[in-house]
C-alpha cells in the first residue's frame, strides 16, 4: 500500500515550503539563528560568533581538516574529544564549495531540506496510506508547527540535531518498510538503510546505545527462532513452546535482516570508534565519551560554577537528593572519585530517595520540555502539550504491551523509545535533548495505532473463518 510517486513529491514539497516558515520567523530579513548575523555571512564569521558552544566546535573542527590543517586542542577541540564529528564532516565539503562561490548558509540550509524532504518523502509515499490520511496530516502539522522544527532549522541550524534525527528517520521507517514488505526487498536496501543509520550515530551520538540494544536483541531473537539450535538445548518442550509462541509474529528472515542492518550500522561506526580511542584518547571505542563530564555535574555543589549554570537544566540533582554524599564529595580531592564511582553513587541515591528524584527531575522536566512551555501560551506551546500527551500515550502503550503480539514496530521503535527515556533520567534537561524522543514518540504511536487496527481486524476475519467452519 504505496502512494502516487508524483502525489508523494508534490506533498513533500508542499511541507518542505511550510517548513520555511520555521527557518525564516521574520520574514526574508531573518538573521542566522538567534544572532545577528545575514546570511551572506562566512564560515569563518560564522565561527567566530557562534564561540565556544556545540555549532562554533563543529565549526571550528571543520574549517581545520577543510584547510588540511590540524586540530589546535588549544580552542575548541572538546568536540573531538567528547562526540563524534559527522556534522563536522558535512560542513567540509560546504566550507570547500564557499571558495568557489557558494554561500555556506545556504549549502548548509538547503542540503538539510533535501534531507528532511527525503524522509517526509519516504513517510508519505510508504506509510501514510497504511496509517491513514488525517493521522498523516496531523503528524506532518505536529512537526511544523512544533519547537522542535524552529529548532532544526532555524535556532540551532548549525547544531547537530536537524541532520541526524532526518537521518534516523530515514533509516528506520526505510528498515521497518523492507520488514513488512519482505517479497519486494533486497539486501542492498538493507545495507543502504544500516549505512544512513551509522552515520546518523556520526552525527549525534545519543542512539548508539540502541544500535547496540538492537543489535543484541535481533542476535538473542536469532538464536531462539533457530529450530535446529532449540532441538539440541536442554530446555523443556514446555518452555520452548512458549518461545516460539512469543515469537511467532516475528518471521526469521526479517529479524535476519534487521540484525544484517544494525550490523552494518555498526560496521559504519567502527573508523570513529578507533580514532576516538587511539588518536584522540576517548573513553575506548564510544562514539561519544561524555560519561565522565556528566557523572562530575551530577554531583556539582550549588555553589560551584558549573551547579550555577547547568542547575538550571537539573544537572545536579544527585547533590540535591542527597546532599550528604554531595558533600563527602565536595570535601574530597577532585581525583578521589572515578567517573565510574560517581555514576554509581548517583544511582544509589535514586535507591535511597526515589520521591525527591521524581520530584525533583519533575519540576526541571516540565520546566524545560520546551522553552517557555509554563509562561507563554503560543502556538509551540499548545504543541508541546500534545506531544507530552503523546509520551505519556507512549509509555501507557509500552506498559500494555505482550510479547505475544509483538510487531516489527514494537521491536524497532521500543528499545529506541526506552534508551531515549533512561538517558534523559540521568542527564540534564536542555529542551533540543528532547526532540528525537518527541518525533520518535509521535511515529511509534500512529505506526502502533493502525497496527492494532490491523491486528484487531485480522481477528475478527479468523473469528468469522472460524464461525463459518462450525457451521
Known amino acids: 500500500m504505496i502512494r502516487n510517486r508524483w502525489e508523494s513529491f508534490l506533498i513533500s514539497f508542499f511541507w518542505a515550503v511550510l517548513t520555511l516558515r520555521c527557518a525564516f520567523p521574520n520574514g526574508i530579513g531573518t538573521k542566522i539563528g538567534l544572532s545577528d548575523l545575514p546570511r551572506n555571512t562566512t564560515a569563518i564569521e560564522m565561527r567566530e560568533t557562534f564561540g565556544s558552544g556545540d555549532a562554533g566546535s563543529y565549526l571550528e573542527v571543520a574549517l581545520s581538516w577543510a584547510n588540511l590543517q590540524p586540530i589546535n586542542f588549544d580552542k575548541q577541540s572538546w568536540i573531538l574529544r567528547l562526540w563524534s564529528p559527522g556534522l563536522s564532516i558535512i560542513e567540509v565539503p560546504l566550507i570547500w564549495l564557499e571558495k568557489i562561490g557558494f554561500n555556506f ?6 542540503l538539510l531540506i533535501l534531507t528532511w524532504f527525503c524522509a517526509y518523502y519516504m513517510y508519505w509515499r510508504y506509510f501514510s496510506k497504511k496509517i491513514g490520511l488525517y493521522k498523516s496530516i496531523a503528524v506532518f502539522s505536529l512537526l511544523v508547527f512544533s519547537w522542535d522544527f524552529k529548532f532544526i532549522f532555524h535556532e540551532g541550524l548549525f547544531n547537530s540535531e536537524g541532520f541526524s534525527l532526518a537521518l534516523l528517520l530515514i533509516s ?33 551520538h545519543t542512539v548508539d546505545t540502541y544500535l547496540f540494544a538492537l543489535l543484541g536483541i535481533t542476535t538473542f531473537l536469532l538464536l531462539i527462532t533457530n529450530k535446529k539450535l532449540l532441538q539440541y538445548t536442554q530446555y523443556p518442550k514446555s518452555i520452548k513452546n512458549k518461545f516460539e509462541a512469543m515469537f511467532v509474529k516475528l518471521p526469521r528472515k526479517k529479524i535476519i535482516n534487521l540484525n544484517l542492518f544494525a550490523i552494518t550500522a555498526l560496521m559504519v561506526t567502527v573508523p570513529w570508534r578507533l580514532i576516538a580511542t587511539f588518536v584522540y584518547k576517548g573513553l575506548p571505542f564510544q562514539m561519544s565519551s561524555g560519561l565522565p563530564v556528566i557523572s562530575q555535574y551530577l554531583w556539582a555543589t550549588p555553589e560551584s560554577a558549573t551547579g550555577k549554570y547547568w542547575g538550571p537544566y537539573g544537572s545536579n540533582w544527585a547533590c540535591k537528593i542527597d546532599s550528604e554524599t554531595c558533600q563527602k564529595i565536595a570535601s574530597q580531592s577532585p581525583n578521589t572519585f572515578q567517573p565510574n564511582d560517581l555514576f554509581s553513587l548517583a544511582l544509589q541515591s535514586i535507591l535511597k530517595n526515589p520521591v525527591m528524584y521524581f520530584e525533583e527531575r519533575w519540576k526541571y522536566f516540565i520546566q524545560n520540555w520546551i522553552p517557555n512551555f509554563i509562561n507563554h501560551i503560543q502556538i509551540e506551546s499548545f504543541v508541546g502539550i500534545v506531544t507530552l500527551g503523546i509520551l505519556f500515550l507512549t509509555l501507557f502503550k509500552i506498559s500494555r504491551q505482550k510479547a505475544s503480539s509483538l510487531s516489527f514496530v514494537d521491536l524497532i521503535f521500543i528499545p529506541l523509545i526506552t534508551i531515549l527515556l533512561v538517558q534523559q533520567a540521568i542527564m540534564h534537561f536542555e529542551s533540543r535533548y528532547f526532540i528525537t524522543l518527541r518525533t520518535v514518540c ?15 481486524q485480522n481477528s475478527e476475519k479468523n473469528l468469522v473463518k472460524k464461525l463459518e467452519r462450525k457451521r
Open 105 to 110: 548558509y545556504w549549502t548548509y540550509f538547503s
Open 172 to 204: 528506520l521507517l526505510g528498515i521497518l518498510y523492507i520488514c513488512d514488505n519482505q517479497k519486494n526487498s533486497k539486501t542492498t536496501h538493507v545495507i543502504f538503510f544500516g549505512i544512513l543509520f551509522g552515520f546518523s550515530i556520526w552525527i549525534r
Open 442 to 456: 509521535l511515529i511509534y504511536v500512529v505506526l502502533k495505532i493502525q497496527d492494532v487496527g490491523n491486528h484487531t
